[in-house]
């Protein structure tokens, strides 16, 4: 007897699932809403609420007011360093270990996959626990924290930035060409978590199935994609991804 909470999926997917061998998944901001970081679409919370993640996530934010965008990223970085990945992110770990072709595509920038254990990760928008000199582009592990915001790098005196990818620049190269590769090769593309709002990110969906991959959506709203999707699976992410792996791979 399911109960009524108990994520419906349909069977034909179960079986596709379970046939596949080359499966790509690409998360957002919604995987890591269970474990309490706010999306980019959620308002931001404490003295941030005022702002909008647009407005702060940009070179110009960062030549504007420096300080502010370092304060806001330190206030960022201890909220995901306080996260621990929740069942959704362990439900992927999961499904890499079932598929021999798996690779996990992710906008996100708050490390939870790696601490959940996922190894085939592709980062498209950098990481906010990394940060780097924002004149010569390498990475520095320590700063002193009681200088002025933002620190300045110990080497060429250049400021410290966070190393994500800000909205305006462009994505790592080859971590773009990898996705875009894994999109166009697999046979199972999950969406999970994303508004599929921010690009090129968003292209990736509609590559997969161009290259008629079975498209499925994990999100508890509808959203750019669900028009286009195979299987719009409505709900939460750490609900629906263990279901789907239990069902597909049961024990
Ligand atoms: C670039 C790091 C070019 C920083 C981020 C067309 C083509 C190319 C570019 C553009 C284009 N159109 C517009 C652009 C410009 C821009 C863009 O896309 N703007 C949007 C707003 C229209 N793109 C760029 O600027 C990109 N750069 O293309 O440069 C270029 C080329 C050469 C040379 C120079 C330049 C860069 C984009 C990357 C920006 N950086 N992050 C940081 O984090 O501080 S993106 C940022 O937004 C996060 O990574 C986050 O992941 C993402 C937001 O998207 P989502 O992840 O989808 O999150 P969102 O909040 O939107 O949605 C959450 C979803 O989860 C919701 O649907 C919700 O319903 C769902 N949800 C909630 N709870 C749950 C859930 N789902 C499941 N379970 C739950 N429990």
């Not at 499904?95 to 996959?113: A, P, R, Y």
């Not at 950098?126 to 915001?149: D, F, H, M, P």
């Not at 966070?162 to 996705?179: C, I, K, R, S």
Request: glycine share 6%; charged share 15%.
């Amino acid at each position: 007897m399911i109960d009524q909470d108990t994520p419906v999926i349909p069977p034909e997917l179960i079986k596709t699932l379970r046939a596949a061998h080359s499966v790509v998944v690409l998360t957002g901001a919604g995987v890591s809403a269970e474990s309490g970081i706010p999306t980019f679409r959620q308002a931001q919370t404490g003295l941030w609420q005022k702002y909008r993640p647009e407005d702060l996530a940009s070179p110009e934010a960062f030549r504007r007011n420096p300080g502010l965008v370092w304060d806001w990223y330190t206030w960022r970085r201890g909220l995901v360093s306080s996260a621990q990945p929740n069942a959704g992110h362990y439900a992927l770990v999961a499904m890499e270990h079932q598929v021999s072709d798996f690779t996990l595509i992710t906008q996100n920038v708050d490390d939870l996959h790696r601490r959940a254990g996922s190894r085939a990760i592709i980062e498209l928008h950098g990481n906010i626990l990394r940060t780097r000199c924002s004149k010569e582009g390498i990475l520095v592990s320590e700063w002193n924290e009681a200088a002025e915001s933002p620190p300045h790098c110990q080497k060429c005196g250049g400021l410290l930035r966070p190393d994500v990818v800000w909205f305006g620049e462009a994505l790592p190269t080859e971590a773009l060409t990898q996705a875009m590769h894994a999109a166009q090769q697999c046979q199972v593309f999950l969406a999970v978590g994303t508004s599929g709002l921010v690009y090129p990110a968003a292209n990736l969906p509609r590559i997969a199935l161009q290259a008629q991959a079975v498209l499925v959506e994990i999100n508890p709203q509808r959203t750019e994609l669900s028009s286009v999707v195979t299987y719009p699976l409505a709900g939460l992410s750490g609900s629906i991804l263990p279901e789907l792996v239990t069902q597909t791979w049961p024990k």
